[in-house]
């Protein structure tokens, strides 16, 4: 094959198969944990467009989340990472943990647009008491749970 032809048909290649994939950019979640002898706290960074996935939000008619319904649905997202959000010990048992607070970034006085929602975030501040040292710790995040659309990483 000559080296006219044999660039015609990478060029035809590139033309034909060269499409740009495109996808939906993922929510990432952020985790910090702090293991102590007695506890262990947990910040979890979590970007505003999980609560549009998972506390069903509908925006206006112009594309925005109010403030209000954002504020809403970060409280309601406690319980839902209260869930979702585990660590195990040694033996492979969920160790209790609760909500120690919550501290929204700053959000725009006209809501955010939901194609902004990854500009945003939400931090969740975890407790996890333990009786002793841990030996070994698995953290977990099934948000959404086993049946989850966006399987977690």
């Known amino acids: 094959m ?4 044999f660039g015609l048909l990478a060029l035809a290649a590139l033309v034909l198969f060269g499409r740009v994939a495109q996808a939906h950019p993922v929510s990432l979640s952020e985790a910090e944990a702090d293991i102590y002898r007695d506890r262990v706290d947990v910040k ?3 970007l505003l467009e ?3 996935l998972y506390q069903d939000l ?3 008619d ?3 989340l109010s ?3 954002l504020n809403e649905a970060m409280e ?4 839902f990472v209260k869930d ?3 660590i195990r010990d040694l033996e492979g048992l969920t160790i209790a943990g609760e909500i120690q607070g919550m501290t929204p970034q700053e959000l725009p006085a006209e809501g955010v647009h939901i194609a902004n929602l990854m500009q945003f975030n939400v931090e969740y501040l975890l407790r996890f008491p333990l009786a002793e040292a841990p030996k070994f710790l698995t953290f977990i995040q099934e948000f959404g749970g086993a049946d989850s659309f966006l399987p977690a990483s």
């Open 76 to 79: 309601k997202h406690k319980a």
């Open 67 to 69: 403030v209000a319904l």
């Open 2 to 5: 000559s080296n006219e032809v």
């Open 44 to 46: 979890l960074k979590i």
């Open 62 to 64: 112009n594309g925005y």
């Open 84 to 86: 979702f959000f585990q």
């Open 58 to 60: 509908k925006a206006d």
């Open 50 to 52: 999980d609560l549009y």
